[in-house]
């Protein structure tokens, strides 16, 4: 049997050692024969140069890239020219997104939602790019209800993505409900979850709180259980989420896409116990 497709999510490094240190992650992480890197976009634009010059390593070591792309705040003008420079380069992944709109922000942009830029896209370049929109099964943190959340991701669908990508969840209820919802609207593409290794318990509270995944009671106190014990941490965290990963594929998901904060180590861990 063919194992599913996984593919593995970095953000741009900053600097050169930093760029290094991706590199290696990569060659760590290429062995589990992803279907595609992708590389993050920063909300207004600030990591644009960034994606980029990752993508084009990533693309000269022989892997299929993806580079985010978030709307707010841009021209059509600026996305165009980013995507017709994607295209020259032989890009033909793309992960579509609004973006955060940073604090202080009034300048929207030609774009106020994901499901613009999607439309955009496929009016501008047609079927060139594969395009992969987020879901989020615990619903986004500025929903404005659960059911305004699933149309809103319907019709995000609908203007022409491809395949979607969850942001990371602990409640693996929550991502089956909410695939069964979108299928009976009509959505047939692929929902891949999006699975965040668990290291470090504060980051990882802090960062859950700002984008609505919830760490449920039970999961929260074991990990404040262990306080600086960051081995105990990781190594319950790892199993964890290979049990989270395991379930989910076991539970019909299409792959899993790894969030892998530039280091390979967790990640590795769960994909050889997932027997890749
Ligand atoms: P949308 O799909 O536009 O949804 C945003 C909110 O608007 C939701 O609450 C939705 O219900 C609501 N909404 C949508 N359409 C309408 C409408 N017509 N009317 C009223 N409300 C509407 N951020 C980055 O900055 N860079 C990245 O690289 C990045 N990568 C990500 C990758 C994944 C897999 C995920 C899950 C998230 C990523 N994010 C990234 C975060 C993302 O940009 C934020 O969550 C952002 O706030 C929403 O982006 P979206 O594309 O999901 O927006």
């Not at 920063?42 to 792309?69: F, K, M």
């Not at 692929?190 to 990882?204: C, D, T, W």
Request: aromatic share 12%; glycine share 8%; proline share 5%.
């Amino acid at each position: 049997m063919t194992p599913s497709p996984i593919s593995f999510e970095f953000f741009p490094p900053r600097t050169p050692e930093g760029a290094e240190k991706l590199r290696t992650t990569r060659r760590q992480l290429a062995q589990f024969k992803p279907e595609f890197f992708s590389v993050t976009f920063g909300a207004g634009g600030t990591t644009q140069e960034g994606t980029l010059n990752a993508v084009l390593d990533i693309q000269s070591e022989g892997h299929a890239a993806a580079p985010h792309l978030s709307c707010v705040g841009s021209s059509k003008e600026s996305i165009r020219s980013i995507v017709q420079n994607y295209k020259d380069h032989g890009i033909r992944h793309i992960v579509a997104l609004r973006g955060d709109i940073p604090s202080g922000m009034g300048d929207f942009g030609e774009f106020r939602y994901a499901n613009e830029l999607v439309s955009f896209l496929r009016d501008e370049f047609g079927d060139w790019f594969h395009i992969e929109v987020a879901a989020y099964p615990e619903f986004h943190p500025q929903a404005q209800s659960a059911e305004a959340d699933i149309r809103n991701f319907v019709n995000k669908v609908r203007a022409g993505a491809d395949s979607a990508i969850t942001q990371y969840f602990f409640n693996a209820d929550a991502y089956f409900r909410f695939v069964d919802e979108v299928n009976a609207r009509g959505v047939t593409i692929p929902i891949v979850p999006g699975i965040m290794p668990i290291q470090n318990f504060s980051q990882l509270a802090r960062f859950s709180d700002m984008c609505g995944a919830e760490i449920p009671r039970w999961l929260r106190l074991r990990l404040q259980a262990f306080g600086d014990d960051t081995a105990s941490i990781r190594a319950f965290g790892l199993d964890f989420v290979t049990e989270l990963s395991d379930r989910v594929l076991a539970g019909g998901a299409p792959g899993l896409h790894f969030y892998t904060l530039n280091a390979a180590g967790a990640v590795s861990t769960v994909c050889q116990r997932l027997g890749r």
